[in-house]
Structure formats: C-alpha cells, structure tokens
C-alpha cells in the first residue's frame, strides 16, 4: 500500500532557530499534500494545502512567513518552522493525495513529527 | 464549511463487546469518508475509506456504514480487543476538485482486558 515517511520523527531546538520537516510518498507520486497540526488532546487542524510547482494555500489564521512550505517534486514536500517560538511546539503531521482508479481520493498519513522548541 | 463531530468523545468497554462510533457532518455533499486510528504519539492509521456512493465497507472486524443524506457514518467494531484501543477518527473528504479534508475529534476507545 500507499507509503508516507515523515522526517524527523522528533526535534528539539532552541528558540529562535528554523527547524524543517520533510514528508516523502515512497512509492506513488503526489501532488498534492497537507500539513496538519495536532495540540494534545485535540483532532488535526490542517494548516496548509501544498501544491506540486506551486504556492502552498494556508488556512485562515496560519502565518506563511512562520510556516514555510515547499513542494518542489511529485514526492516531496517540506514543512519549515521559521524563528520557533515555544508556542510552535506541537505535533506536525503530513498527508498525501493519492489518486487511484476511478478517482478515489485517498489521503495517506505520515507518521507526525513532534516538535519541542526550548 | 463542513463541521464534522464525533460521538461519544470517550468510550471504555470491557473486552469482547461490540460497539459502536458515530461520526456527523454538516454538509452531505461529501466525496469520501475516511475512518482512521491514532495511537497516542503516532501517525494516523487509515482504517476504512467509503466512497459517497457507497453505503458500507468491512475489514475484518470493523464494519463502516455511511448514510449521506442524514450527515453520519458509524464504525462498528466486533468482539473488542485491549489492541483496539486507540483514538478513532473521522475524516470527511470534500468534493474532487475541493481537496480538503474535514477531521472529527475523535473517540477515544480503550478496551480493558
């Protein structure tokens, strides 16, 4: 079946610093994926649509400057935590597009990254 | 926009009963549903995916029904085991074309042995 690999799996950093989370479908290709954020306790709030060779599309309220995104192949997208605030720690979770036969529209998870800015 | 909710937030059965999870949504004018599990700290797992012109898929020992037109979905699970035990969600894909897909809160499931 569908694979998505998530890197890394956990980070620490300190404050100030840009941390980047990559998401990679290993064996279909994607063109489309999303990023998810997950407090504790709480379902997954998507923050940002990424489009292949194009702007990513971020949801009302989700800074661009502060969450970069970058989707440069059919199988890589990259989520970057710019100047992370304590604020920004979280889970991050990814997800692609995949399109199969008949046209069903099916999302494939990463496995999250865990993010813990000092 | 499409509001999905999940019932009951929290469920805690003894092993061996079959139950069930409940899933709503606003707006019926959905392409798929997808059920997920989520293991405390992990990814989601995806469980089940209905199309919207389907009413129901099994996978061993779950069972997902979609009814559309009245906004739900229920994940049946039979013959509960302590491994079921999980956060259960789901997810309500919008039209083909929309991309986005809609997340419940989910139901928190723990089944003691």
């Known amino acids: 079946g569908a694979v998505v690999s998530q890197h890394p799996s956990r980070v620490i950093c300190k404050s100030g610093t840009s941390v980047k989370i990559e998401c990679r479908s290993l064996?279909?290709?994607?063109?489309?994926m999303f990023w998810y954020r997950q407090f504790p306790k709480q379902s997954l709030m998507l923050m940002a649509t990424?489009?292949?060779?194009?702007?990513?599309?971020?949801e009302q309220g989700v800074e661009k400057d502060k969450f970069l995104i970058n989707h440069a192949s059919l199988t890589l997208s990259t989520l970057t935590v710019t100047s992370a605030h304590p604020e920004d720690s979280s889970f991050y979770i990814c997800?692609?597009?995949?399109?199969?036969?008949?046209?069903?529209?099916?999302?494939?998870f990463g496995a999250g990254s865990r993010l813990t800015v000092l | 926009k499409q509001e999905v909710t999940q019932i009951p937030a929290a469920l805690s059965v003894p092993e061996g009963e079959n139950l069930v999870l409940n899933c709503s949504f606003t707006?019926?004018?959905?392409?798929?549903l997808q059920w997920f599990r989520q293991d405390p700290g992990k990814g989601l797992t995806s469980l089940l995916l209905?199309?919207?012109?389907?009413r129901e898929q099994t996978s061993g020992r779950l069972n997902a029904s979609l009814d559309k037109s009245s906004g739900r979905s229920t994940l049946y699970i039979a013959a509960s085991q302590p491994g079921d035990s999980a956060t259960y969600l789901c997810?309500?894909?919008?039209?083909?074309?929309?991309?986005?897909?809609?997340f419940g809160s989910g139901t928190k499931l723990n089944v003691k042995p």
């Open positions: 209905i199309q919207s012109s389907q």
């Open positions: 997800s692609a597009r995949e399109l199969r036969e008949a046209g069903a529209n099916v999302l494939t």
């Open positions: 997810a309500v894909g919008g039209t083909y074309n929309f991309n986005k897909f809609y």
């Open positions: 990424s489009n292949e060779g194009s702007k990513a599309t971020y």
């Open positions: 707006d019926s004018a959905i392409y798929n």
């Open positions: 064996d279909f290709q994607a063109t489309t």
